[in-house]
């Protein structure tokens, strides 16, 4: 007799999410790449619809993983970012520290923006700004590497 079971819950919420990711279309290597983190973050966090999805998966597919083990921007965080913010990850001498919230961090700040991301709390105008502003800094900074080498 052919197998009548249905296809388990868990698998089909899984595949209805992932179905409206906003990096299904994105060419993957703008999420590895450091040079375009700016531009990985900013399409998890103003354009995925299933971001606290991604990260809840995420959390538990790194959780207690190596940096080394881990990889690009997920979630809208860095995989360092992921590695410094996970407390049952290892952490080796010559790691950055390990990154812990106390809720003092003022919006506006990377440190706050990290929480709100971490947490899965909803990003402020403050702490989107904030991101915009390094976002423009950082690219200056580069332009101004990339003049001095060429
Ligand atoms: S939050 Fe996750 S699913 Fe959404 S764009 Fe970022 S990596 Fe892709
Ligand atoms: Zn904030």
């Known amino acids: 007799m052919a197998y009548t079971g249905s296809v ?14 906003a990096c299904r279309d994105v060419d993957p290597e703008l999420f590895e ?3 375009q983190e700016h531009e990985a ?7 995925c619809p299933v971001r606290s999805q991604c990260l809840a998966r995420v959390k538990t597919m790194e959780r207690g993983k ?10 809208g965080l860095t995989y360092v970012e992921r590695h410094r ?9 010559g790691d950055a520290e390990v990154l812990k919230f106390d809720g003092t961090e003022r919006c506006g700040t990377h440190l706050a923006l990290l929480r709100h991301l971490w947490l899965d709390e909803p990003i ?6 904030g991101k915009v502003k390094r976002d423009r800094k950082n690219r200056g ?3 101004d590497v ?3 080498v060429s």
């Open 33 to 35: 790449d450091d040079d």
């Open 124 to 129: 402020d105008s403050k702490c989107w700004s």
């Open 41 to 47: 973050r900013t399409i998890c966090i103003a354009r």
């Open 85 to 93: 913010l996970d407390a049952d990850a290892p952490h080796h001498q």
């Open 146 to 148: 990339a003049r001095a």
């Open 8 to 21: 388990p819950d868990t698998a089909v919420r899984r595949l209805d999410w992932m179905d409206q990711m």
């Open 66 to 75: 190596h940096r080394d083990q881990r990889d690009g921007v997920v979630a």
């Open 141 to 143: 900074a580069a332009s």
